[in-house]
């Protein structure tokens, strides 16, 4: 986001076309006075060029500066920022921040405008054989560190996003294959009602609850014969 520009008469009573003092002030995107001048002289029209040159110099110098921040560090700001801004659940926030805490574990101090493609694939390479992730799970942390970087260059604090240089992570999860009517009968049969395990399968089967929402499930989820879900545990 760029910084606000605003010009206002040094003038009181004038028109604008005759007035030739102003005060420029530039705010930048939290809302902060990083540049005020009150005695600039000239037409609207130059006191407003001036103040967008400023505006343009302050934008470069705050994109170079969050240039400089490191892979762990933007990525957790940009993560968190999705959550306050409600454009994520909790659920989410926390989903992400364990894909990307992986990653930043071998590029997370490396800086955003320095990151290349082998820096990912060597990462990669690492993560699959010390810490065992699977294909599918190492496509999404691809998806979401992509989706870090793709925010770093609409915002033009870097030129390019390095993940473009890298395969996606082949999903490796093989389909799961769904129970037949008769064998939802057995298993059903096979359950022990007075296991609180076993309750909680036959309600997943019932219902085609998943298993987050069978955990999290209150009694006062349950009103007049229906479960109403209304959160699910990760």
């Known amino acids: 986001m760029e910084p606000t520009v605003t010009v206002h008469s040094a003038e009181p009573g004038k028109p604008r076309a005759r007035c ?125 560190a992509w989706s870090a970087m793709q925010h770093a260059v609409r915002t033009r604090r870097i030129q390019y996003n390095p993940f473009d240089a890298v395969d996606r992570p082949r999903n490796d999860t093989k389909e799961r294959e769904t129970l037949t009517p008769m064998e939802c009968t057995a298993l059903s049969a096979a359950l022990d009602k007075t296991d609180g395990r076993h309750i909680a399968v036959l309600v997943m089967m019932d219902a085609g609850l998943r298993r987050g929402e069978v955990c999290a499930l209150t009694w006062g989820d349950i009103r007049d014969g229906c479960i109403h879900v209304r959160h699910s545990l990760a």
């Open 20 to 144: 030739r003092k102003w005060k420029i002030a530039v705010c930048n995107e939290r809302g902060r006075l990083v540049y005020h001048r009150t005695t600039f002289r000239g037409t609207y029209t130059q006191a407003r060029n001036a103040a967008e040159s400023v505006s343009k110099q302050i934008a470069c110098s705050e994109r170079a500066r969050d240039a400089r921040d490191s892979f762990g560090e933007y990525t957790t700001s940009w993560n968190d920022g999705r959550l306050a801004v409600g454009a994520i659940s909790k659920q989410t926030h926390a989903k992400n921040a364990y894909l990307l805490g992986v990653l930043a574990r071998y590029i997370g101090r490396v800086r955003i405008c320095e990151i290349e493609d082998y820096d990912i694939q060597r990462a990669y390479i690492r993560i699959r054989n010390d810490d065992g992730l699977s294909g599918t799970t190492m496509a999404c942390m691809h998806t979401v």
